[in-house]
C-alpha cells in the first residue's frame, strides 16, 4: 500500500524568509511519481510539479525548488522569499506509474501562513 | 485551454436525498478522478474514469457512484446522503497517465 506523510501540519514564516515542507513517502513500486499541489482558500488544487521516480534531479521553478532522495523516501519543497502569495496548504502525492492505475494518494497537507 | 469546470459549484442538501455532481475535463482528456475533502480524512480517492469505463475506485460505499460520457464529461451521484458526505468534492482530468489537473471543486454541505 502506498503512504504519504506531511509531518508538518503548520507552517508560518515571516515574509521573505525561505520555508521547507517535508514530504515522505511509502510504496512497494519500482516506478512511480511523486506530486506536489497547492491549495489556495478557494479550494481548487494547482499543480506544482511531478516527478518521475528514475529521475532524482533536484528540480528548481523561480522561487520554488524540490529535493528527491530515494535513499530516504523524501521529496521535499523549498519556497526561497517566501511572499503573503505563497499562504495556502500544500499537499504532496503519489501515485503508480501504471497505465490504468494514477490515482493519488495524498498526505494530509502543510498549512502553509507567511506574514508580511 | 480552459480548465476543470465543476456544477455546481456549492450545494445544500438534507440527509437521505441524493445529489450529482458535474465535471467537465480539459478539451481532449479522456480520465476523470474524483475526490473527496474533509477535515478529518483528507484527500480520498473516489473514482476514476477512462472512455466511458470506471478503471479504478476507491474505497467507498456503494451509494457513490459515478459515470462518463462520450465527451468525457463524466457526473457522479451520491444517494442516500449522511451527514458524513458532507465534504468538498474534486475532479481532476489527464490525458491518460499524464498529471491530473484539478477543477475548483462543489462544496456540498448536509444538513
Known amino acids: 500500500a502506498q503512504k504519504v506523510t506531511q509531518a508538518q501540519t503548520e507552517i508560518s514564516v515571516v515574509e521573505k524568509e525561505d520555508v521547507t515542507l517535508d514530504c515522505v513517502y511509502e510504496t512497494r513500486d519500482t516506478t512511480y511519481y511523486l506530486f506536489w499541489y497547492k491549495q489556495p482558500p478557494s479550494g481548487e488544487l494547482v499543480f506544482l510539479i511531478r516527478r518521475n521516480s528514475f529521475d532524482e534531479q533536484n528540480e528548481i521553478s523561480g522561487r520554488y525548488s524540490w529535493n528527491f532522495q530515494k535513499s530516504t523516501s523524501s521529496f521535499n519543497f523549498t519556497i526561497t522569499a517566501s511572499q503573503v502569495v505563497d499562504s495556502a496548504v500544500y499537499f504532496c502525492a503519489l501515485s503508480e506509474a501504471n497505465f490504468g492505475n494514477e490515482k493519488l494518494t495524498f498526505g494530509t497537507g502543510t498549512r502553509l501562513t507567511i506574514i508580511p | ?111
Open chain 2, 1 to 111: 485551454k480552459a480548465g476543470v469546470t465543476q456544477t455546481p459549484r456549492y450545494l445544500i442538501k438534507t440527509r437521505g436525498q441524493q445529489v450529482t455532481l458535474s465535471c467537465s475535463p480539459i478539451s481532449g482528456h479522456r480520465s476523470v478522478s474524483w475526490y473527496q475533502q474533509t477535515p478529518g480524512q483528507g484527500l480520498q480517492f473516489l473514482f476514476e474514469y477512462f472512455s466511458e469505463t470506471q478503471r479504478n475506485k476507491g474505497n467507498f460505499p456503494g451509494r457513490f457512484s459515478g459515470r462518463q460520457f462520450s465527451n468525457s464529461r463524466s457526473e457522479m451521484n451520491v444517494s442516500t446522503l449522511e451527514l458524513g458526505d458532507s465534504a468538498l468534492y474534486l475532479c481532476a482530468s489527464s490525458f491518460g497517465s499524464e498529471t491530473q489537473y484539478f477543477g475548483p471543486g462543489t462544496r456540498l454541505l448536509v444538513l
